[in-house]
Each structure stands twice: as structure tokens, then as C-alpha cells.
């Protein structure tokens, strides 16, 4: 008996909160948006006022590195009193030529000395 008590009590708080809700629903009308070129201006001017931010201070930056390059290119030509010297490798043309010339007139005996003097002294400092 206790058994059969415990079980109709205990269906009857299971089933009581399912009776207590409304089936079916009420069909809830939902309000349309609408969304127009006003409201999307609104919406989206934040997002505008930031990429107008970015694009300042990318121009900023730019001006910044622009001058330090100018400056240093002007203070490199003014130190070098505008002298056009490359510092870089010679051309092609340039080492032809330079190889020409050394084969038409020859080394000179104190060039070859000067040579083997520095080579001996590289051997000696290697070991």
C-alpha cells in the first residue's frame, strides 16, 4: 500500500507542472524591423570613424618615415659633398675591361711579390 501511495504521489509531481503550461502556445506576432539607409549610416558610423582613425595615422607614419628618408638621403649627399662615387661592386663591362688591361700591360714583379707575401702571411696565421 505505502508502495502504490509513493508512486501515485510521485506521478503527480511529475504530471502537475506539464497540465500547468498552456499548449499550444498562442501564436506571438513578432514585430517586423525595418531596417532603412538612416539606421545602417547609424549603425555602421562607428565602424567608418574607425577607419578613418587607422587611415590618419597610417598617413601619419607614412610622413614620419618619408622624412627621416629625406633627411638622411640629404646629410649622406652633403657629407659626401655630392660626390657620385659608387660604393658598390664594379659592372660587367667595368671588370672586362679592368681584366683587359691587366692582361695588355702585364703585372708588375713588385704586384706579385706584394701578393705572395700576403698569401704566405694568411698560411702562417691559419695554423
Known sequence: ???AL???????VLLVPAFAVEWPPPVYNMPRTVIDSDAA???LSGLFDSMRAIGNTGLLLLGIVASVVLVSSIFRWLLTLGDSK????RTR???RNLKAEKS???????????RME???RGGFRRK
Not at 509513493?6 to 503527480?12: D, Q, V
Open 93 to 95: 663591362a667595368e671588370e
Open 41 to 43: 549610416a547609424r549603425a
Open 1 to 3: 500500500m505505502k508502495k
Open 86 to 89: 659608387r660604393t658598390g661592386s
Open 118 to 120: 700576403h698569401l704566405g
Open 104 to 114: 695588355r700591360f702585364g703585372e708588375s714583379s713588385e704586384l706579385r711579390e706584394m
Open 6 to 12: 509513493g508512486f501515485i504521489l510521485a506521478l503527480w
